[in-house]
């Protein structure tokens, strides 16, 4: 989200001006999966607060009681600058710079109504899960608002618990990866509508991310796709599907047509 240009008002507002540029979306999940503290970083890196108040500034709980109990109860928007020039993301009509309207979301089940809200005003949903707890009993609630509203992606949050607080080993991190995903999809299968298609998601799809909001970062399969394809001459879309599968030897150093 960030930019090395200064971000203005006028900036901004030129965007609102030109449908074709905004984007419109909600973040959710259950308690305490990250989503403050992931918007705090999107905030950040469009130079509205500071880095060292990422998870502590929760900028988006502008409500007295939300200060104090630390956690979100109304659902607040924020509009972002993305600037497409400075990543790896191309879109396919040309527009570089996109207006990004946030909407963060509360995760307490008495709040549920305020998820709805938000979704009812976005065009798709950031779902998150701690890379952890894994999906919970309010990640099915909000999917399952989610689906009657939008498309959900997902995203797998706070892996430096993973890395410095459990110290897991790839392998754990892996499995972990894929039970969450698999859960998720799951409660999509539950409640989908055949009219919107398979909405499942799926990291050789592009619709499952990595993150770590206090951290400041996330990655996709395609982030990587894109740097090995433009190496290695390999088509992105075929890379992506290899860099999930468990098909690749590490004492060869080769890919194989079995799981390793």
């Not at 007295?64 to 509009?79: C, D």
Request: charged share 25%; hydrophobic share 35%; proline share 2%.
């Amino acid at each position: 989200m960030s930019s090395k240009r200064r971000i203005s008002v006028e900036m901004l507002r030129e965007l609102m001006n030109n449908p074709r540029c905004i984007r419109n979306m909600s973040v959710i999940a259950h308690v305490d999966h990250g989503k403050s503290t992931l918007t705090d970083s999107l905030l950040a890196a469009n130079e509205l607060i500071a880095q060292s108040d990422v998870g502590n500034k929760r900028g988006t709980d502008i409500g007295k009681v939300e200060q104090e109990k630390g956690i979100t109860i109304k659902s607040t928007g924020v509009s972002l600058l993305y600037d497409t020039t400075e990543t790896c993301f191309k879109d396919p009509n040309g527009i570089e710079q996109f207006l990004i309207n946030l909407i963060d979301s509360p995760g307490h089940v008495d709040f549920s109504s305020e998820v709805t809200a938000a979704l009812r005003l976005t065009d798709g949903a950031l779902v998150l899960v701690d890379c952890v707890e894994g999906a919970c009993v309010q990640t099915e609630t909000v999917l399952r608002q989610a689906l009657q509203e939008s498309k959900p992606v997902l995203s797998i949050n706070k892996l430096d618990r993973a890395f410095l607080e459990l110290q897991l080993s790839n392998e754990e991190i892996y499995t972990n990866f894929v039970k969450w995903i698999s859960d998720v999809n799951n409660v999509i299968s539950t409640y989908e509508d055949e009219v919107m298609g398979d909405l499942r998601v799926a990291p050789e799809k592009g619709t499952v991310a990595f993150s770590a909001g206090r951290q400041g970062w996330a990655f996709t399969l395609r982030d990587f796709a894109r740097m090995y394809a433009k190496n290695g001459g390999i088509f992105k879309e075929r890379l992506m599907e290899k860099l999930w599968r468990e098909n690749y030897d590490l004492e060869t150093k080769k890919w194989t047509s079995s799981s390793t």
